[in-house]
């Protein structure tokens, strides 16, 4: 008689209402989440109610002040920024979505030195960004002799952005479905014609994607810069890529090691500058992945 | 001869060889390479910055007093070299983050993975995409200026210094929850639909089916992602520098301000140690402890998703 006897938990899933366990774990679930995104609304809030009375022409207008926080600006942070991300993008991208290809279309995984690329690239994504501070100290500013320079700030950000755009490039690329490729060997295409004409076009919105992406992490990095002599108060424009620079984020720390409550207030004013940008970028980037995303 | 070579061996390449090579074909695939090696190379520049400053600090200083030893003050005079509590410092506010976001992340993603529907999923991946780009400069300013003056107000026997180990491991956990979530929820996604109808079919809930099927057939991933999540947390720089301080005595207690390893170098880094100097070495020294030790955890995240990864299809 047992065996006929409707087991308990078909009972719970006949009746329509769940019991209180389910409804509360389902709460906690979605609490946790609202935490999560509490801390960024409250985050938002914060900066932009406390930098709103700083959040005028001046910010970028006038170059940064010691003694004057009350008229200071952020414009050599901005423009150093600008300049770092021009050439991040120049350097990184390329570098970056060549080696996506070599990996995904021409790599044989069976090879040592393949096997080596991989391991080292997911290796190096995970390293602290203070580390490639070091490299850029050591390597880059003293060895090869690039001075503090725009162009040693722009090397070390790139070397740290590579292994992002690598992996996103690589899923981008691996998503375009084989028959694809083997639809244009089979017409005669060469290999490097087939992943021009045909695998390239059709992971470009991908790419696309993660290179913003990869490109938001670089403008809102600021301790590898801390290492390459950035971290003083710069009140020039760059000239150059051999000129000595500042970026936005660190010109944010500079703001908050100071005591004064104006340079608090300035600080908050350029943070919602940098949000601002980020953002943008953010939004650009999941447009593009949303609006020309293949389903094959 | 060659020729009835290679009929007895057809599909090799030589039987499908063109007469004349394409040289343009290998150019490509040689400069592809070539933009691959570059990874390796900045794995080999990182490997000689440390290396080299770090065999000449332990020349100066006994490995003895830097494993052996809780008093830190390389830019003290006479300097001390105890690295013990930079050790400790980073382990407590890397544990604080752990566990703010360990609990978070993995909940958000059992809820978008297996609760939300794909609409909500559609707004709240890229949301969380947005927390994850916040720039580690304003979670420092946000510890510093906002989070340690209200635990002051609402907790004021916790005692806190100005600078403390408690709002900097806070934000750093928040900093890391988007990597746990989105990790793990990709994980998740990643487990067959016939496990949960079975699940069902069984008479499971749909709490019984995500604790005990999703996320058990997802553990590989998960364990990665939280491993990753550490390894990030360790590195973290500028909140710990903004928030938790520079001052570095041995302390226990997070109401304390404290130096992490990541924060000494970005203060050593930035300009208070001479070039050359033994202070300056000392940079590189932890440097390379910070390097391996992250490399370490990294590596033990690849080895527990290759060892324990449930293969499905």
Redesign the interface.
Known sequence: MAILST?R??V??ASKG??L??HL??I??????A???A??A??LL??VE?GWPRLNSMLWENQPSIRRPETSGIQSGILGTLWIIALTAVMAL???I??A???EE??DRTKWYNK??E??????A??????????G???IAR?LQFGFTVMTGAVTIS?LV??IV?ISAREAIRAVPPSIREGSLALGA???QTIYRQVLPASIPGIATGSI?AL??A?????PF??L?A??LVRFNPEGVWSSFTVL?LQ??SF??RPQEEF?IL??AA?VI??AI??LM?SVA?WLRNRYQKRW | MSAQHRTTVPGTRGSLARSRPRYGEFVVKAVLLTAAMVSVATTIGIVIALLEPTVEFFAAVSIGEFFGSTDWGPLFNPPAFGVWPLIVATVEITLIAVVVAVPLGLAAAIYLSEYASHRTRKIFKPVLEVLAGVPTVVFGFFALTFVTPLFRNLFPFLDLEAKNALAAGLLVGVMIIPIVASLSEDSMAAVPNGLREGSYALGASKMLTSVRVVVPAAFSGIVAAIILAISRAAGETMIVAIAGGFKSVFTLYPGNEMSTMAAFIAQAGSGDASVGSIAYKTIFAVGSLLFVITFAMNYLSARMVQKYREVYD
Request: hydrophobic fraction near 60%; avoid cysteine.
């Open positions: 087991p938990s078909a719970q899933l769940r019991p366990k389910e774990f389902r906690a679930l979605m609490a946790s989440l935490i999560a995104l801390f960024l409250m985050l914060y900066v406390k390329p570098t970056g060549l080696a290809i070599y990996l021409y790599a080596l690329i391991l080292n690239i997911s290796n190096l995970a390293v602290p960004s203070i580390v490639y501070g070091i490299l100290l050591g390597i060895w070397l590579l292994p690598i060469t290999q490097w992406l938001s992490r403008i809102g990095e600021a301790a801390l290492m002599g971290a003083t984020p944010i720390y908050i090691s608090s600080a908050s943070i940098l949000l980020l953002l953010n999941i």
